[in-house]
Protein backbone atom coordinates (compact mmCIF):
# COMPACT_ATOMS: atom_id res chain seq x y z
CA UNK A 1 0.00 0.00 0.00
CA UNK A 2 1.77 3.03 -1.11
CA UNK A 3 1.81 6.39 1.24
CA UNK A 4 -1.52 7.68 -0.73
CA UNK A 5 -3.90 5.04 0.42
CA UNK A 6 -1.82 5.47 4.09
CA UNK A 7 -3.91 7.60 6.54
CA UNK A 8 -2.54 11.25 6.40
CA UNK A 9 -0.78 10.12 3.74
CA UNK A 10 1.94 9.16 6.28
CA UNK A 11 5.43 7.70 4.79
CA UNK A 12 6.65 6.33 8.32
CA UNK A 13 5.91 3.15 10.29
CA UNK A 14 3.46 3.42 13.35
CA UNK A 15 6.51 2.42 15.68
CA UNK A 16 8.57 5.46 13.83
CA UNK A 17 5.35 8.63 14.64
CA UNK A 18 5.30 6.91 18.64
CA UNK A 19 9.45 7.75 18.83
CA UNK A 20 10.40 4.53 17.82
CA UNK A 21 12.03 3.90 21.52
CA UNK A 22 11.17 2.43 24.69
CA UNK A 23 7.58 4.18 24.59
CA UNK A 24 6.86 2.67 21.48
CA UNK A 25 7.96 -0.63 22.08
CA UNK A 26 5.15 -0.67 24.99
CA UNK A 27 2.51 1.18 23.43
CA UNK A 28 3.56 -1.88 20.56
CA UNK A 29 4.25 -5.08 22.78
CA UNK A 30 7.33 -5.00 21.72
CA UNK A 31 8.55 -5.48 25.63
CA UNK A 32 5.54 -7.74 26.50
CA UNK A 33 6.18 -8.18 29.97
CA UNK A 34 6.16 -4.54 30.31
CA UNK A 35 3.24 -3.68 28.54
CA UNK A 36 1.44 -6.89 30.55
CA UNK A 37 2.84 -5.70 33.57
CA UNK A 38 1.35 -1.98 33.32
CA UNK A 39 -2.20 -3.40 32.44
CA UNK A 40 -2.42 -5.40 35.31
CA UNK A 41 -1.26 -2.43 37.35
CA UNK A 42 -3.66 -0.12 36.63
CA UNK A 43 -6.51 -2.95 36.72
CA UNK A 44 -5.13 -3.66 40.20
CA UNK A 45 -5.26 -0.02 41.05
CA UNK A 46 -9.08 0.19 39.44
CA UNK A 47 -10.06 -2.65 41.43
CA UNK A 48 -8.99 -1.24 44.84
CA UNK A 49 -9.91 2.54 43.90
CA UNK A 50 -13.28 1.28 43.04
CA UNK A 51 -13.75 -1.11 46.06
CA UNK A 52 -12.07 -0.12 49.33
CA UNK A 53 -13.40 3.71 48.40
CA UNK A 54 -9.53 4.95 48.56
CA UNK A 55 -8.22 8.07 46.97
CA UNK A 56 -5.01 8.11 45.04
CA UNK A 57 -3.37 10.42 47.73
CA UNK A 58 -4.46 7.63 50.70
CA UNK A 59 -3.56 4.87 48.88
CA UNK A 60 0.02 5.85 47.51
CA UNK A 61 0.93 7.19 51.03
CA UNK A 62 -0.51 4.08 52.45
CA UNK A 63 1.77 1.57 50.31
CA UNK A 64 5.00 3.65 51.06
CA UNK A 65 4.21 3.49 54.58
CA UNK A 66 3.88 -0.21 54.63
CA UNK A 67 6.90 -0.76 51.91
CA UNK A 68 9.29 1.43 53.62
CA UNK A 69 8.45 0.38 56.93
CA UNK A 70 8.82 -3.32 55.81
CA UNK A 71 12.08 -2.79 54.14
CA UNK A 72 13.70 -0.54 57.31
CA UNK A 73 12.46 -3.62 59.85
CA UNK A 74 13.87 -6.03 57.57
CA UNK A 75 17.07 -4.29 56.75
CA UNK A 76 17.54 -3.73 60.60
CA UNK A 77 16.35 -7.06 61.45
CA UNK A 78 19.51 -7.99 58.69
CA UNK A 79 22.41 -5.88 60.69
CA UNK A 80 21.06 -7.55 63.68
CA UNK A 81 21.47 -11.01 62.76
CA UNK A 82 23.95 -10.59 60.19
CA UNK A 83 21.65 -11.32 57.38
CA UNK A 84 21.60 -10.46 53.89
CA UNK A 85 20.15 -6.84 53.15
CA UNK A 86 16.81 -6.50 51.29
CA UNK A 87 17.76 -7.11 47.44
CA UNK A 88 17.00 -3.85 46.54
CA UNK A 89 18.40 -2.70 42.96
CA UNK A 90 20.04 0.10 42.22
CA UNK A 91 17.15 3.29 42.21
CA UNK A 92 18.51 5.23 39.64
CA UNK A 93 17.07 7.42 36.36
CA UNK A 94 19.73 7.44 33.78
CA UNK A 95 19.88 10.58 31.60
CA UNK A 96 19.28 7.99 28.44
CA UNK A 97 15.96 8.02 29.96
CA UNK A 98 14.82 11.23 30.58
CA UNK A 99 15.84 12.40 27.41
CA UNK A 100 13.90 9.98 25.76
CA UNK A 101 10.82 10.92 27.57
CA UNK A 102 11.47 14.94 27.33
CA UNK A 103 12.20 14.53 23.83
CA UNK A 104 8.84 12.35 23.03
CA UNK A 105 6.12 14.78 25.01
CA UNK A 106 8.02 17.56 23.27
CA UNK A 107 7.70 16.31 20.16
CA UNK A 108 4.15 15.93 20.60
CA UNK A 109 3.04 19.53 22.75
CA UNK A 110 4.80 20.73 19.90
CA UNK A 111 2.45 18.83 17.33
CA UNK A 112 -0.63 19.71 19.77
CA UNK A 113 0.56 23.21 19.62
CA UNK A 114 1.37 23.44 16.15
CA UNK A 115 -2.28 22.19 15.47
CA UNK A 116 -3.99 24.51 18.11
CA UNK A 117 -2.58 27.04 16.36
CA UNK A 118 -3.40 26.40 12.76
CA UNK A 119 -6.99 25.68 14.46
CA UNK A 120 -7.48 29.43 16.31
CA UNK A 121 -6.62 30.94 12.91
CA UNK A 122 -8.79 29.11 10.12
CA UNK A 123 -6.10 27.61 8.35
CA UNK A 124 -7.19 24.18 8.47
CA UNK A 125 -10.74 23.15 8.51
CA UNK A 126 -10.24 19.71 8.61
CA UNK A 127 -8.10 19.89 11.49
CA UNK A 128 -10.90 21.46 13.20
CA UNK A 129 -13.61 18.85 12.17
CA UNK A 130 -11.61 16.30 13.79
CA UNK A 131 -10.57 18.28 16.68
CA UNK A 132 -14.46 19.22 17.41
CA UNK A 133 -15.68 15.30 17.12
CA UNK A 134 -13.28 14.79 19.62
CA UNK A 135 -13.98 17.27 21.75
CA UNK A 136 -17.73 16.34 21.60
CA UNK A 137 -16.73 12.53 22.28
CA UNK A 138 -14.52 13.12 25.38
CA UNK A 139 -17.27 15.48 26.42
CA UNK A 140 -20.19 12.53 26.04
CA UNK A 141 -17.59 9.83 27.76
CA UNK A 142 -16.62 12.30 30.17
CA UNK A 143 -20.50 12.78 31.39
CA UNK A 144 -21.16 8.81 31.36
CA UNK A 145 -18.26 7.94 33.76
CA UNK A 146 -15.84 8.82 36.26
CA UNK A 147 -12.55 10.32 36.18
CA UNK A 148 -10.75 6.99 37.38
CA UNK A 149 -12.57 4.55 35.10
CA UNK A 150 -11.88 6.97 32.24
CA UNK A 151 -8.26 7.13 33.32
CA UNK A 152 -8.16 2.95 33.57
CA UNK A 153 -10.01 3.01 30.40
CA UNK A 154 -7.87 5.07 28.54
CA UNK A 155 -4.55 3.52 29.59
CA UNK A 156 -6.22 0.15 28.39
CA UNK A 157 -7.32 1.73 24.84
CA UNK A 158 -3.27 3.39 24.63
CA UNK A 159 -1.94 -0.23 24.90
CA UNK A 160 -4.38 -1.57 23.04
CA UNK A 161 -5.99 -0.10 19.85
CA UNK A 162 -2.24 1.01 18.77
CA UNK A 163 -0.98 -2.36 18.57
CA UNK A 164 -4.04 -3.68 17.01
CA UNK A 165 -4.01 -1.17 14.14
CA UNK A 166 -0.44 -2.02 13.57
CA UNK A 167 -1.27 -5.28 13.14
CA UNK A 168 -4.65 -4.71 10.76
CA UNK A 169 -3.15 -1.52 9.07
CA UNK A 170 -4.07 -2.21 5.71
CA UNK A 171 -7.57 -3.11 5.96
CA UNK A 172 -8.27 0.14 8.45
CA UNK A 173 -6.76 2.46 6.62
CA UNK A 174 -8.90 0.96 3.50
CA UNK A 175 -11.91 1.41 5.34
CA UNK A 176 -11.24 5.12 7.68
CA UNK A 177 -9.55 6.83 4.03
CA UNK A 178 -13.45 5.28 2.73
CA UNK A 179 -15.27 6.80 5.43
CA UNK A 180 -12.79 9.68 5.28
CA UNK A 181 -13.69 10.72 1.22
CA UNK A 182 -17.53 10.50 2.05
CA UNK A 183 -17.27 12.92 5.01
CA UNK A 184 -15.44 15.23 2.89
CA UNK A 185 -17.76 14.90 -0.20
CA UNK A 186 -20.34 15.36 1.92
CA UNK A 187 -18.50 18.62 3.65
CA UNK A 188 -17.87 20.22 0.37
CA UNK A 189 -21.73 19.72 -0.83
CA UNK A 190 -22.61 21.37 2.42
CA UNK A 191 -20.68 24.25 2.13
CA UNK A 192 -21.54 24.68 -1.47
CA UNK A 193 -24.90 24.66 -0.42
CA UNK A 194 -25.37 26.09 2.73
CA UNK A 195 -22.32 28.59 3.66
CA UNK A 196 -21.95 29.92 -0.23
CA UNK A 197 -25.64 31.00 0.49
CA UNK A 198 -25.02 32.46 3.71
CA UNK A 199 -21.86 34.18 2.29
CA UNK A 200 -23.77 35.59 -0.72
CA UNK A 201 -27.02 36.76 1.55
CA UNK A 202 -24.00 38.40 3.99
CA UNK A 203 -22.36 40.27 1.16
CA UNK A 204 -26.47 41.07 -0.66
CA UNK A 205 -27.02 42.68 2.87
CA UNK A 206 -23.80 44.46 2.94
CA UNK A 207 -24.16 45.90 -0.54
CA UNK A 208 -28.06 47.40 0.29
CA UNK A 209 -26.80 48.91 3.79
Known amino acids: MGSNDRLFNRQRSLHQILGGGFVADVVLWRRKDVTVGILVITLFAWVVFEISGYTLLSLVSSVFLL ?52 IALG ?12 LVLVSVIGGLTDFLT ?10 TVPALYEKYE ?14 RHFYYKFDAVCVSKVQRLILEKEKLS
Open 67 to 118: LFTILFLWAKSAAILNRPAPPLPHLYLSEEMVNEAACFVRNHINMLLSASED
Open 123 to 134: KDTNMFVKVSVG
Open 150 to 159: LGYTSIVIVL
Open 170 to 183: DQVDACILIAYRKL
